[in-house]
Each structure stands twice: as structure tokens, then as C-alpha cells.
């Protein structure tokens, strides 16, 4: 599976567009783009997925170039809420040999400051 | 909905004690896994299982034990505790490989 690389840290302020960028070079045809959000004391939870080119929820948005090796995150107008470590994880939809070697990583701290 | 249960969510253990990690989930998913994460660190994949009857190893199984008799539960068997184990352990499930991951609320454990 496509390993990521994702910045260790960011900071923030509150009310800024922050967006984190997640390398994987060797991401596959299958494979899709999953985000989570982890806060301290909870499990990850899941942000947002996507294939190719941009996606859109009501918490972020992923953009993915065409050539699919990073993906962004980019969370609008962040609160000191969102302060949580973020996940970028690579991987297919095409059943049980992928889903042992998906691996979390350290993630991206970010941090918002008033 | 309850999602992803798991229990106890605290408990210390002395060396060379054992106990079992329940976990529990109520969304016919076909995929579940037990991760432990280590303060400041990430996430790591201890076992993981595709369905009942079917378990395997991930990237840090030695010292613990999963079985899959049925599809809601998957419990993880400490088999003699070590202060090496000490950490936060998360149960997850999803339908398959491709999709949303739900965590459990977690368990806090230390082994004293």
C-alpha cells in the first residue's frame, strides 16, 4: 500500500483556512484518499474520502491533482475546536488483503490558537 | 445507534496478569481491528480480522491473542501482562477496506 508523509505539526489562528498536505507517491489505481480527525482521549473519526479531484462536506474539503500522488486537506475558517491531530490514509476498496496494512502513522498535529 | 463498543474503557493490571479487551459492534460490518496507541504516537494495527473465523496479525501482535466467533464481537486476550503493554487500545470496524472506519471510544490500560 502507498506509504503517506504528512508535516509533523501546524499552527494556526482562529478564523484561518488551514490545509494540510499528505504525500503518497506510490498511491495505486484503487486506491482512495481517507481523512480523520483525532482529539485527545476519543478515537479517530472519519473527515472526509475521495478518488480524484475535489470533494466537499459540510467540515472540509480534499483536493486531489490529477496525478493523485498528495492530497489536501483544507479545513475553512478554524476554530480552537478543531485542534486535533489529522490522519491522511491511502488505501482500496478491494477487500480484506488491504485492510491489515493500512497504517495510521503520527499524523498532523494542529494546533489553533486564539 | 451504538456503534463501536468497547470494554472496559480503564484498568490496571499487574505483570503477568491477563485479561480481555471487549469490543462489540452493531453494524454488520465485515471488518474489525484493535489498534494501541502510545502517547504522542500514532496509531498501530495489532490484529485485525475480515470476517468471522478469519484473524491475522498486524504490525504489533506479539503478546496478545483475537478470535472472531461471530461478527459483532472481537475480543483481544492479553496473555500476561507487561508494562510494555501500558497504552490506549481502540477497537474499529468498517464494511470493507475502502471505507469509513469507526473507532471505539477506547480503553486506557496500565500494567503495573
Known amino acids: 500500500l502507498a506509504k503517506t508523509t504528512q508535516p509533523i505539526s501546524m499552527d494556526s489562528y482562529e478564523g484561518q483556512e488551514v490545509n494540510i498536505t499528505c504525500s503518497h507517491n506510490?498511491?495505486?489505481?484503487?486506491?482512495?484518499i481517507t481523512w480523520y480527525q483525532q482529539f485527545p482521549s476519543q478515537g479517530p473519526r472519519f473527515i472526509i474520502q475521495g478518488y480524484k479531484t475535489k470533494v466537499t462536506n459540510e467540515v472540509a474539503s480534499l483536493f486531489i491533482p490529477a496525478d493523485r500522488k498528495s492530497s489536501t486537506l483544507s479545513l475553512p475558517r478554524v476554530s480552537l475546536s478543531d485542534t486535533a491531530v489529522y490522519y491522511c490514509l491511502v488505501g482500496d476498496g478491494d477487500g480484506g488483503t488491504s485492510y491489515g496494512k493500512l497504517t495510521f502513522g503520527q499524523g498532523t498535529i494542529l494546533t489553533v490558537h486564539p | 445507534n451504538a456503534g463501536v463498543t468497547q470494554t472496559p474503557k480503564f484498568q490496571v493490571l499487574k505483570t503477568g496478569q491477563s485479561m480481555t479487551l471487549q469490543c462489540a459492534q452493531d453494524m454488520n460490518h465485515e471488518y474489525m481491528s484493535w489498534y494501541r496507541q502510545d502517547p504522542g504516537m500514532g496509531l498501530r494495527l495489532i490484529h485485525y480480522?475480515?470476517?468471522?473465523?478469519?484473524?491475522d496479525q498486524g504490525e504489533v501482535p506479539n503478546g496478545y491473542n483475537v478470535s472472531r466467533s461471530t461478527t459483532e464481537d472481537f475480543p483481544l486476550r492479553l496473555l500476561s501482562a507487561a508494562p510494555s503493554q501500558t497504552s490506549v487500545y481502540f477497537c474499529?470496524?468498517?464494511?470493507?477496506?475502502?471505507?469509513?472506519?469507526?473507532f471505539g471510544e477506547g480503553s486506557w490500560l496500565t500494567v503495573v
Open positions: 474499529a470496524s468498517t464494511r470493507d477496506s475502502g471505507n469509513t472506519i469507526y
Open positions: 480480522s475480515v470476517g468471522a473465523g478469519i484473524t
Open positions: 506510490n498511491i495505486a489505481t484503487n486506491d482512495y
